[in-house]
């Protein structure tokens, strides 16, 4: 599952709290910030896990402020652990 969620979702360590979730749901991926000032995250693992996961990242960490998570249905390819991506 691809997510990006937008808002004020850089600078509140957005990042780490969805890296915190994903890993707390046993899910293997990545997140990353982009330049429009969204964050996106790759997401696999078994399917109830994804949508706690993407509960969390609609939640968000404490200073954030998400707007909208949009996603979307993504072939897995083999990702092993969960990384924050620079």
């Not at 990545?30 to 964050?39: E, F």
Request: no cysteine.
């Amino acid at each position: 599952m691809r997510a990006v969620a937008r808002g004020r979702v850089q600078g509140v360590a957005y990042r780490a709290f969805s890296a915190d979730a994903a890993r707390a749901e046993g899910l293997a991926g990545w997140v990353r910030n982009r330049a429009d000032g969204s964050v996106e995250a790759m997401l696999e693992g078994e399917p109830p896990a994804v949508e706690r996961a993407l509960a969390a990242l609609r939640r968000g960490p404490r200073f954030a402020r998400v707007d909208s998570l949009e996603t979307s249905d993504e072939p897995a390819v083999g990702e092993s652990g969960f990384e924050i991506r620079y």
